[in-house]
């Protein structure tokens, strides 16, 4: 049986529209002018290759979802492990305990810069050649990097 758009769609119970979304997806038909005619029978045929052939597509596309996920999940698992083993190397620390070791750093720097004025104050005090009070400011700070390199407690 041969049918026009406007009968397949009705037939069909489908909107117009929709069939010429077929038309586009490759559903056979003949065309007298500018009227598109429909052989049902083949119209029907085209439909369920179709739609297997999307129930295929979709298949393969979650199976390429679990694909991946499970890929994800394994370079996780490998990233974690790998991260374990530089922690036990010594090549990798917890965030907590670097924090915690550069706020003793800078409490020991603040603890010994703040030490110096009253240290040179009395030095300084009648000091009043420039070149002499610079040389002991140097001194005194190259002492003080010097002890943190070291890692000399600041008290």
């Known amino acids: 049986m041969i049918l026009s758009k406007a009968d397949l769609a009705k037939l069909l119970q489908r909107d117009a529209k929709i069939i010429n979304d077929w038309v586009a997806a490759g559903c056979p038909h003949t065309k007298e002018g500018r009227f598109y005619k429909f052989e049902v029978a083949a119209v029907v045929r085209w439909r369920e290759e179709y739609v297997r052939?999307?129930?295929?597509?979709?298949?393969?596309?979650?199976g390429e979802f679990k694909l991946e996920h499970s890929e994800r999940v394994q370079k996780e698992r490998?990233?974690?492990?790998?991260?374990?083993?530089d922690v036990l190397r010594g090549e990798l620390a917890p965030?907590?305990?670097?924090q915690a070791i550069w706020a003793e750093y800078v409490a020991a720097a603040k603890a010994k810069l703040l030490a110096m004025p009253p240290k040179l104050a009395k030095e300084l005090a009648d000091e009043t050649r420039v070149p002499v009070v610079?040389?002991?400011?140097?001194?005194?700070?190259?002492?003080?990097?010097?002890?943190?390199?070291?890692?000399v407690d600041a008290s």
Not at 79 to 84: I, V
């Open 53 to 62: 052939g999307l129930r295929k597509v979709c298949r393969e596309s979650q």
């Open 78 to 85: 490998a990233d974690k492990l790998a991260m374990e083993n």
């Open 95 to 98: 965030v907590a305990e670097m």
């Open 134 to 151: 610079l040389e002991l400011l140097e001194t005194s700070v190259h002492e003080v990097a010097h002890e943190l390199a070291r890692g």
